[in-house]
């Protein structure tokens, strides 16, 4: 699987959101967000973020409220952090509540630059 697919990307996604969420939160806060999120939107939150970003901003509105934005910086900021990227967590934050087709692909660059930095950090940790 290419490591720029859509497969690739969500897949190490998921990975991603599951590791930092649980070492945030808990195991647990992480399924449940996940579970409250498929509910909500009908589906794969991670599938709906790579076709409608917007449409999962929304629904994090609507379940932490004022705090939506703050939780959605620090889980970027984690993200670039273990992945070792430069992906701005103000300029994610800013398309993702713009929904225009430009920023999904803006959005998508960006999920791609996080998910292979991501593999490509964990890669290199497991040969330690």
Known sequence: MSTTSKDFVL??????????????????????IIFVLRSRLGGDPFEV???RPRAVYEELKRV???GTDVLIGLWVKAFKRRAETDVDPEKFLQLLQ?????SVKEIRQM???LATAY?????KGEGR
């Open 11 to 32: 897949n190490v996604l998921r990975e991603m959101f599951n590791d930092v969420v649980s070492a945030s939160l808990s195991e647990s806060a992480a399924e449940t």
């Open 49 to 51: 973020l790579w076709k």
């Open 111 to 113: 999920l791609r630059e």
């Open 119 to 123: 593999h490509k950090a964990s890669r």
């Open 98 to 102: 713009q929904g225009s087709s430009e």
């Open 64 to 66: 932490f409220g004022d």
